[in-house]
């Protein structure tokens, strides 16, 4: 079954630098790239990035993203404590004919 | 604004029907396709399926095919979906979610509760 792998959790400092990691195949995430969405608690997702690389309107630069192979990797900069959040994947899958998502990163700013 | 703005909350029981709603604004309706993705409690989200407005073409996640049927109204600019033999497995908060480059804009929610 196609799916993208997220780590559970990750715990940074204030002000430090977060590297998030989205695995897939050459049929989701090595095709098109993924999308990263933010999601507060109680809240509705938030697109950060899209394709990888490109950041909608109004998104900080402190978030940025990029793909090698079949991973896509979303890095967050000074961290702030409302960077405190889960950050999910996404991606098309040719394979299965479907959007996939991550099971999200919880991302705790210490 | 762009938005899209979801019916509210239901509550129904194990093996009833459910037929959210989903009325966009402050964009040309039949321009984007409409996902809905859902959020059981305490998880992570998952892709229903998709509705392509121009036409009324749709696709849906393997899991949800012969259970789930949307549809929408271009006259309203709005986006339907019925899920069928509702479990509790279907307790979730279901978004409907505009795709431009991506997905761009969601829904605020709509929670659904199946329970005896």
């Known amino acids: 079954q196609a799916g993208l792998t997220q780590p559970p959790s990750m715990s940074k400092d204030l002000g430090q630098t977060a590297t998030l990691s989205c695995t897939g195949d050459r049929n989701n995430v090595g095709r098109q790239g993924a999308a990263w969405l933010q999601q507060h608690q109680g809240q509705r997702p938030k697109l950060l990035s899209y394709r990888s690389n490109n950041r909608p309107s109004g998104i900080s630069q402190r978030f940025s993203a990029s793909r090698s192979g079949n991973t896509a990797s979303l890095t967050i900069t000074g961290l702030q404590p409302e960077d405190e959040a889960d950050y999910y994947c996404?991606?098309?899958?040719?394979?299965?004919?479907?959007?996939?998502f991550g099971g999200g990163t919880k991302l705790t700013v210490l | 604004q762009v938005q899209l703005v979801q019916s509210g909350a239901e509550v129904k029981k194990p093996g009833a029907s459910v037929k959210l709603s989903c009325k966009a604004s402050?964009?040309?309706?039949?321009?984007?396709?409409v996902h809905w993705v859902r959020q059981a409690p305490g998880q992570g989200l998952e892709w229903v399926g998709i509705m392509k407005p121009r036409d009324g073409d749709t696709g849906y996640g393997q899991r949800f095919q012969g259970r789930v049927t949307m549809t929408r109204d271009t006259s309203t600019s709005t986006v339907y979906m019925e899920v069928r033999s509702l479990t509790s497995e279907d307790t979730a908060v279901y978004y409907c979610v505009r795709e431009s480059d991506s997905f761009d804009i969601w829904g605020q929610g709509t929670m659904i509760t199946v329970s005896s």
């Open positions: 402050g964009y040309s309706f039949t321009n984007f396709f």
């Open positions: 996404s991606a098309w899958d040719r394979s299965v004919g479907a959007w996939l």
